[in-house]
């Protein structure tokens, strides 16, 4: 992958520990920060034993299976290695993934059985839950694919070892899906595995409950410039 650096590039890393740790590192050398960048595109880079980050000062090792998350701040990214199909994945606040999956209101939710065009644009929203009642609220753009292909995509990117996405606030995201506990789509989609049980989300159970859910530390508008 070719990314497009600025004249001055300045890369910021927030490692998330599984126990809610935070530590935050800075690279502003072009050569490292695009190493750096190609490591991250690594489909399997959480299945490493460890991730040692050099510093001038200090020199920091971290357990890969114990990392839940990690942000990339930066201020330009070319365009970054999605999984085939997708076009981009973006990551939300809570209260506007709410809005727009319409979760307010599951009794006007687009249901599964809806009409499909092969090869158009299609939108979806995905909830992870992690370890410890943390939460990543996803839109995802995709294209539309033949049923038989559908489902076992969705099987494909969800049992991938992590799933990168866009940050509103600038720069990307990897989170270690080993760490996943749920995913839910919304709206669903008409194929499920033979063997799901059929059942219906309560209407306002799920959503007050949303009320409590950990996000993940943000980047400030400062930390990311």
């Known amino acids: 992958m070719n990314f497009t650096y600025p004249r001055n590039p ?32 690594n489909p399997h880079f959480f ?19 114990n990392i839940a998350r990690i942000d990339l701040g930066y201020k330009e990214f070319s365009d970054w290695k999605f999984p085939q199909g997708i ?10 993934f709410l809005y727009q ?3 307010f209101d599951l009794v006007h939710l687009e249901r599964r059985q809806q009409r499909r065009t092969v090869g158009g644009p299609v939108v979806v929203f995905l909830d992870i839950a992690i370890l410890g009642g943390r939460h990543m609220f996803l839109k995802i753009m995709a294209v539309e694919e033949l049923p038989a ?15 990168c996405f866009r940050r509103q606030s600038g720069g990307l995201a990897i989170v270690n899906l080993a760490h996943a506990v749920r995913f839910t789509i919304y709206p669903g989609l008409p194929e499920v595995p033979t063997d799901a049980w059929s059942a219906n989300e309560e209407n306002g159970h799920d959503n007050e409950n949303y009320t409590q859910h950990l996000p ?3 980047l400030t508008s400062s930390e990311s410039a």
Do not use: M, W, Y
Not at 87 to 96: A, D, H, M, S, T
């Open 101 to 103: 999956a319409a979760l």
């Open 10 to 41: 300045r890369l910021q890393i927030r490692v998330h520990g599984v126990d809610g740790s935070i530590a935050t590192f800075t690279q502003d050398k072009p050569a490292l920060v695009r190493r750096i960048l190609e490591d991250c595109q």
């Open 149 to 163: 292909d559908r489902l076992q995509r969705v099987h494909s990117f969800l049992a991938a070892p992590s799933l």
């Open 87 to 96: 076009r981009n994945i973006v990551e939300l606040k809570e209260p506007e």
């Open 47 to 65: 299945t490493q034993d460890r991730i040692t980050i050099a510093g001038q000062h200090s020199v920091t090792t971290f357990a890969a299976s």
């Open 216 to 218: 993940f530390g943000r």
